[in-house]
């Protein structure tokens, strides 16, 4: 079983920075597609970056591309997403979660094991 877990959530002025981290354990995760999801209060829970961890390829949703950086060590098995120029608008509970390559990365059904997720809020 795939254990996930995110941290470094928090506070943060609009125009801050922020780096999430997640931890993952359990089995081989070479394979796997690792994607950041995303949900605020009243809207749909959507897609915000993700990477193959084998080749390093990543995709970002357009509304976070420039400001988003995903990023992995192997060595910790552990993700990463950088967030830059912070806004408002990025406030969400922000959730890891891995997939079977071959699933589209942009699709939370895709993806079989979930973290707790962890709370970021941006003030104005």
């Known amino acids: 079983q795939v254990h996930l877990v995110e941290s470094g959530g928090g506070l943060v002025q609009a125009g801050g920075s922020l780096r999430l981290s997640c931890a993952v354990s359990g089995g081989t995760f070479s394979s796997y597609i690792l994607g950041w999801f995303r949900q605020a209060p009243g809207k749909v829970r959507e897609f915000v970056s993700a990477i193959y961890w084998t080749s390093g390829s990543t995709y970002y949703a357009e509304s976070v591309k420039g400001r988003f950086t995903i990023s992995r060590d192997n060595a910790k098995n552990t993700a990463y997403l950088q967030m830059n120029s912070l806004k408002p608008e990025d406030t969400a509970t922000y959730y890891c979660?891995?997939?079977?390559?071959?699933?589209?990365?942009?699709?939370?059904?895709?993806?079989?094991?979930w973290g707790q997720g962890t709370q970021v809020t941006v003030s104005s």
């Open positions: 979660a891995a997939a079977r390559l071959g699933r589209l990365h942009y699709k939370d059904n895709s993806y079989g094991y």
